[in-house]
């Protein structure tokens, strides 16, 4: 059996000679106040709406054993959530990023998914699938 899209983010974030720390957004889709009425059929419908981002977190990658650890501790922690970014900091001299590090990497990510900037990171959906943007 092969390593899913996540499990292989964890394998490669474990294995770089420099401890990284892995950050997670997670996000909902919902309707803009000013959305048209065409918008508005569409979201109804399942599609479009504005990505909102609902709560971050940073995890060593030994700190979960696989997406369902990830998404269980997600669905505990707070509300729903359709989709959650992913991506790595690297840490420096044999040291993991500092809690400064990650606090202003979380907040560039959960800026770029506010303006829609979100090619740069890995995203899954609720069940671990990944999720491609064009």
């Known amino acids: 059996m092969t390593d899913s899209h996540f499990d292989q983010l964890l394998k ?3 294995s770089q000679s420099e401890p990284h720390q892995l950050l997670f957004v997670f996000a909902a889709s919902e309707l803009p106040d000013e959305a048209t009425a065409a918008q508005r059929e569409r979201f ?6 504005a990505l909102s ?3 971050c977190v940073d995890k060593a990658p030994g700190d979960l054993a696989d997406f369902s650890a990830l998404a269980e501790e997600a669905k505990r922690a707070g509300p729903p959530w359709q989709i959650v ?3 790595a900091l690297a840490g420096q001299d044999g040291k993991p990023p500092t809690t400064a590090q990650i606090e ?3 907040q560039s990510m959960v800026d770029a998914v506010l303006a829609g900037g979100v090619g740069r990171f890995a995203a899954f959906d ?8 064009n």
């Open 126 to 133: 609720t069940q671990g699938d990944p999720i491609l943007f």
């Open 104 to 106: 202003v990497a979380l």
């Open 85 to 87: 970014f992913a991506a």
């Open 53 to 55: 981002p609902l709560m």
């Open 12 to 14: 490669t974030a474990a």
């Open 44 to 49: 109804l419908a399942g599609a479009g709406g």
